[in-house]
Each structure stands twice: as structure tokens, then as C-alpha cells.
């Protein structure tokens, strides 16, 4: 008896110290496991079992526009497959058909029999992996796993769903395709790759029969990419792309660009790039703006006369005599834009404000023999030099240049209205954004923050490349210059805007280029630009409009080709810039107004004064609106405008939802309170069934 209880407890101590030892193992593998993350932890014994450390991905942050709307994002897909042969045939039987229907009526594509035929050939041919379906969302993903037969899970259903695709979307698409960018590294994506990024962590993979499969054991987290917030204000993109859309397909031009920057900062607020296709639409294929050189034409003129005054070579009131054609060395000659009929006698000024080609006589005889004291200005000015954009593709400006092959007797009369020279628009608009900036010469900016988890990280303030590129005087002659462009020069027509603007059409021949559309002036193929700033008392916003290679029937000067996009885009943007402020009742001086009534909130639009605009008061309610589409700033409780997008800012829900649904808009709500924002822009051209989004604090 006593052998036996020895025997026991041998027994049990054996069985005791065989379990301790196991789990020390196995304790000993899960520490190695974790601090070493390595298969080499593992025996050869283990071999039977396979893991293995691969990364794990961290999510991408996302690029937003200044208000923080997603231009950008990353969105997980899901490769669906089966494996039919782990499901029991009893099941296969009874609940296939009921798969199939579920199967066709999420991918309508492809009809029942598909489906059933593909598990029934999976199952014969003894396949571990049959493809369902390629990049489903995960909202698709959750809902397969309810389906007959998935619902049972990945070892008796056979539903795999773990192949995880992360694809770039663009909610605003098509704008913005080529600066925002993409995974080929360009735009603003590549530029800001390494913030967007993040930075990858790292778990286990097991070998099962079906293949390599996560366990859910983590290494290393992953940490997650930061925001980029760029400069881009959502709605005033939308207002260039569509104007400019409008515009090359009404011109049958080969393709265009319109840039709006700031004045004060160089943000740009929108860039918008079109090509004409085949088929009657635009696409965004190539940045224009920022990466083509092209022959600035008239514009260049600017930095011509600028250079004169800046070293006392004329005044501006200094008359010349415009015949009209300009005769140079070697037979060369010029004809202004009338066709060779001339202007006469007429100021500086006025050969500036008409475009007259006068100007390249005037600059020949100026700098004839010391042409590189005129290159020398122009580098002062900070035009022959690239200006730093963080985005890839800013090629340099190229100006020929004295004593090389390039140089010949014509370069300084011909470069002086604006060929035998590249620049990109963004280069020239620089330019003129500085004229507004009274002289302090910023960097066009595409980005103005980094943010991650709600906090800011860096804030990428205004760059000054110079202080002032010439003296205040120069400055306030040029300004005067601009904006008599468009009271007395080659922009007067463009009276649609509701305020003053400063600019300057160019007009310039592609040379060596033949047109496509037949003879007379349509053998050559020209560009169109118009380049300013708005208001032009009180600039706000610098932009630049350029139309490429249009049908010359239809249009190709300056002023109608790309002013008339310069004046809508203007207008537009103007009207959804307009701030309240607080003015007293002396304030107004019209007799004309209305009395305001008891507790009116004495709300009118400063700017407005300031400006020179009339406009009307009416009683208000608890929210203003303003109109600038009649010529006038309405202000009033109850904007009614036809066929114009409403603005429904500081109104509560209930009002807004009726206001905008009467219009037949489809309203889309976030937050509470009152209107904060909403996306489409008031007094934009509005069409029945589009969406809108409010957004309420």
C-alpha cells in the first residue's frame, strides 16, 4: 500500500514540474516573441507552425483645404475571397442559392448564376482561394460577413476578407487632380510625403492552410500621418475651376488655367488647370500654372515700363509717337494690336493702358546700349529668378541674355512686351501680386499647417522674397497704370464687375504655330491672358487667367478671351468674401436709405464704403445676406435670388432647410445652432438637385 501512495505522488509531481516546465516555455517564447518580434525565436521544432514579422501599415493623414474640408483622403478596399472547401456540403447545399442572391444584389454587375457557378467550380477543383470580388468598402465588408454561409466565419463559411487596399480619393474630384497630387510623388501629396506618411509598426503573421494570416499580435503600433491643411479655400476653387471649364470649351481652346492668390500672404486660395479632350470635356492632366513656361505677351510690359522709371530713363507722362508698325534691325518690325493703324501721339501711360506696341521702341532706345542694366531691373524685380515653390515642377524663367547664342539684335525690343521670354502664369502673377502688395514681393504658398490629432504641429507662415522690388513711387504709378487699363485701355469692357479692378490683357502670338481652324487670322494659334488684382483701391486677391490656343473665331484678345473669366471669378469671389461689421447709423450717409428700425443691428458691409459701392438696407431679421449679382450689396432677411445659390449664413436650421429646399437644392446638415458655412457659393449659378452641405455651431 505504501509502494502505491509513493507511486502517486511521484505521479503528480512528475505531472506537476511537466506542466511548470511547459510553461516556462511557453512563457520564455512569448517574452522572446514580443522583445525580438523575429521567426528566429522560434525551433526548428516550430517549423511546423510558421510566423513571421511583416509591417503594419499606419494610416495616412489627410490634405485639407483651409476650413479644414477633405481634398483628400486615403479609404481602406477589401480583396473578397473563399474558401469553399472548408465549408460542410450540407451547408453548401442548403444556403448557396440564398448566397448568390445576396451576392447579386450587392454587385448587380454580375447576375446570380455567376456567383454560384464560381463556388461550385471553386469546390470541384479543390480551391482554397476564389475571388469574390476586388476593393469592396469595409461598409461592404461588415455586411458580406452577415450573408449565409460567411456569417459562420472564415474556418466554416470560408469568407477571407483581410487583403486590405488603401486607395487615394479625392471627394471633389475632378478639381485639383494635379496639385493635390498622388502616390507618383507630385503635387502637394509628394511634396508633404513625409508628414502625410506616418510611420509603420509591426505584427505577426501565422502559416495556415489558406495562407499567411494576421493573429492579431502587434510588435510596434503604428503611429499615424499628420493633416495638411493647405492654402486652398474649397469654394473659391470651385468658382475658378467651373468658370474656367466654362470657358475653354466655349472657346474650343486647347487648354487654360486661372490662379487666385492672396495679397497680403501669397496663399494661393485656388489653382484650376484644363485640358480640352476629345470628347467635350476638360480634365486636370498637367499644373500650367505652376510647371509650363510660356511667353507672357503684353503682360510682360509691366516690368518694362518699371524699369524705365525705376532708372530715370522717361516718365510715364512722357509722350511718344505710336505709328503703329515698329521697324528694327535686319528688317525685323512690330505692328500693334490695331493692325498696324497706330495711336499717334499718346503718353507712355496711355501705350501701357492701350497695349501698344510702342513700348518695345520706347525700351530699345532706352537700353540699347546697356541692355544688361535692363536684365539687371527685371532680376530686381525678382522676375528672371524661380520663386522656391515647395511643389515640384517650377521650372526657371528664361531670359536670353547678353554675349550668349540666344542673344541677338532683337531680344531687348522683343522681350520687352513679353517674347522671346518663358515664364509660368504663377511667375508672372507673382509679379503683379506685388504691384498690390505695394511692392513686398511674397512666395505663392500651397500650404499654411500641419495638424495631427487636433493639434497644430507647424504653421508655415508668409515667405517675403523681397521687401520692396522698386520705390513706393514707381509702385503708385504702376498701380494707377493698372487701373487705367480698365477705365481707358484695352480692359474697359469688362464692366461686370460690381468694384474696381486693377489689370492688364495680354495677347500674345505663338510663334511657329499654325492654328487649326482655317485662314485669315486663325493660321496661328495665339494665348490669351488678363493678369490683376480686385478691389483695386483695396486689394484682397491677386489672379491670373490664361487661355490657350482658341478657336480665333470665336475669341483670342486678352480682355474677352480670359478678362471676361478674370471678371466672373472676381465678382463670385468678392461676394462670398464680404464681412460684416459695425457701423452707426451716421455712418450712412445716403439719403436715399431707409430709417433702420427699433433694435436693428446696425450691421451694414464696411467694404462696401470704402469701396464706392451703392447699396440697400431692409429690415432685417436675426440673419443678413448679401447680393452683389445686381450691382449693388443687398442686404436683407430674405435673399431672393433666381436662380442663384441663397446665402443662408447665421440662420437656424428650420430656415435654411426651407430656404434652400424651395430652390430644389438637397441639403445635407452637420452640427447645431446656426449656419456656420455652407458649400456652395452665394450668387454662384445654382442647378435643381445639387447638394449642399451646411455646417452648424
Not at 417 to 440: H, M
Not at 519 to 530: P, R
Not at 674 to 695: A, M
Request: aromatic residues 10%.
Amino acid at each position: 500500500m505504501s509502494k502505491d501512495k509513493n507511486f502517486l505522488y511521484l505521479r503528480a509531481y512528475a505531472i506537476y514540474f511537466g506542466f511548470l516546465v511547459l510553461m516556462i516555455i511557453v512563457l520564455y517564447k512569448t517574452m522572446a516573441l514580443q522583445l525580438d518580434g523575429n521567426s528566429k525565436v522560434f525551433s526548428d521544432s516550430d517549423k511546423r507552425i510558421p510566423y513571421r514579422t511583416v509591417d503594419r501599415p499606419a494610416r495616412k493623414g489627410d490634405i485639407l483645404d483651409r476650413n479644414y474640408n477633405t481634398l483628400l483622403t486615403h479609404v481602406a478596399y477589401y480583396d473578397v475571397y473563399m474558401d469553399p472547401m472548408v465549408v460542410d456540403k450540407k451547408v453548401l447545399d442548403e444556403d448557396l442559392n440564398e448566397l448568390g442572391d445576396a451576392l447579386q444584389k450587392m454587385f448587380p454587375k454580375k447576375n446570380k448564376n455567376y456567383y454560384l457557378e464560381l463556388i461550385q467550380k471553386g469546390r470541384k477543383e479543390g480551391s482554397r482561394s476564389v475571388l469574390i470580388k476586388k476593393a469592396v468598402t469595409n461598409d461592404q465588408r461588415l455586411k458580406l460577413r452577415q450573408f449565409p454561409i460567411f456569417k459562420l466565419g472564415r474556418f466554416k463559411g470560408g469568407l477571407v476578407d483581410d487583403a486590405e487596399n488603401i486607395k487615394i480619393e479625392k471627394p471633389y474630384n475632378p478639381m485639383l487632380q494635379r496639385t493635390l497630387g498622388d502616390d507618383r510623388m507630385i503635387g502637394i501629396y509628394g511634396a508633404y510625403y513625409n508628414f502625410l506618411k506616418g510611420e509603420s509598426g509591426e505584427e505577426i503573421e501565422q502559416r495556415f492552410a489558406t495562407g499567411w494570416k494576421k493573429i492579431g499580435q502587434i510588435t510596434k503600433d503604428a503611429e499615424e500621418g499628420a493633416d495638411v491643411v493647405t492654402t486652398i479655400d474649397k469654394e473659391i476653387q470651385e468658382v475658378a475651376h467651373s468658370e474656367l471649364y466654362k470657358q475653354v470649351l466655349n472657346l474650343e481652346a486647347d487648354h487654360g488655367c486661372v490662379v487666385v492668390m492672396e495679397v497680403k500672404t501669397g496663399y494661393i486660395r485656388a489653382i484650376a488647370n484644363l485640358k480640352r479632350k476629345s470628347d467635350g470635356t476638360c480634365a486636370d492632366e498637367f499644373n500650367y500654372a505652376l510647371a509650363q513656361g510660356e511667353v507672357p505677351g503684353s503682360t510682360m510690359k509691366l516690368a518694362s515700363i518699371m524699369a524705365g522709371l525705376e532708372d530715370g530713363k522717361f516718365k510715364i507722362t512722357d509722350k511718344v509717337n505710336a505709328v503703329g508698325t515698329y521697324n528694327f534691325v535686319n528688317g525685323h518690325k512690330l505692328e500693334d494690336s490695331n493692325h498696324g493703324l497706330g495711336y499717334g501721339e499718346i503718353t507712355i501711360q496711355q501705350a501701357f493702358e492701350k497695349s501698344s506696341n510702342v513700348i518695345s521702341q520706347v525700351i530699345h532706345k532706352a537700353y540699347r546700349n546697356e541692355p544688361q542694366q535692363f536684365l539687371d531691373k527685371l532680376k530686381q524685380f525678382g522676375v528672371t529668378e524661380s520663386l522656391g515653390i515647395e511643389l515640384k515642377g517650377e521650372p526657371n524663367p528664361v531670359f536670353p541674355k547678353p554675349g550668349t547664342d540666344a542673344w541677338n539684335a532683337i531680344s531687348l525690343p522683343w522681350m520687352s512686351i513679353g517674347y522671346s521670354v518663358l515664364q509660368t502664369p504663377l511667375q508672372t502673377l507673382s509679379l503683379y501680386n506685388a504691384v498690390a502688395n505695394n511692392g513686398q514681393l511674397v512666395r505663392p504658398l500651397f500650404v499654411q499647417e500641419i495638424r495631427k490629432g487636433g493639434a497644430s504641429l507647424q504653421k508655415f507662415d508668409p515667405v517675403v522674397l523681397k521687401e520692396k522690388i522698386c520705390s513706393d513711387q514707381t509702385i503708385k504709378i504702376m498701380q494707377e497704370c493698372l487701373k487705367g487699363v480698365m477705365t481707358n485701355g484695352t480692359g474697359k469692357k469688362l464692366i461686370s464687375t460690381m468694384f474696381k479692378i486693377a489689370g492688364k490683357t495680354g495677347t500674345a502670338k505663338i510663334q511657329g504655330e499654325k492654328g487649326e481652324y482655317g485662314d485669315d487670322e486663325s493660321n496661328s494659334s495665339y494665348q490669351a491672358s488678363f493678369v490683376g488684382y480686385f478691389p483695386a483701391d483695396h486689394p484682397i486677391y491677386s489672379c491670373i487667367v490664361v487661355i490657350n490656343k482658341p478657336n480665333p473665331k470665336k475669341a483670342y484678345y486678352g480682355a474677352e478671351a480670359a478678362g471676361t473669366v478674370f471678371a466672373e471669378v472676381a465678382n463670385k469671389v468678392f461676394a462670398s468674401s464680404l464681412k460684416y461689421h459695425k457701423a452707426v447709423n451716421e455712418g450712412v450717409k445716403s439719403k436715399d436709405l431707409p430709417q433702420f428700425k427699433t433694435g436693428y443691428s446696425k450691421d451694414i458691409i464696411s467694404v462696401t464704403q470704402k469701396l464706392g459701392l451703392p447699396y440697400v438696407i431692409e429690415s432685417l431679421g436675426d440673419w443678413q445676406g448679401a447680393d452683389t449679382t445686381k450691382g449693388k450689396v443687398i442686404i436683407s432677411s430674405k435673399l431672393k435670388l433666381d436662380g442663384k445659390v441663397p446665402n443662408v449664413v447665421g440662420m437656424n436650421a428650420k430656415d435654411a432647410v426651407y430656404i434652400l429646399e424651395s430652390k430644389g437644392l438637397i441639403v445635407k446638415l452637420t452640427g447645431f445652432g446656426k449656419v456656420v458655412s455652407q458649400s456652395l457659393t452665394p450668387g454662384s449659378l445654382l442647378t435643381r438637385g445639387q447638394i449642399i452641405r451646411l455646417e452648424f455651431k
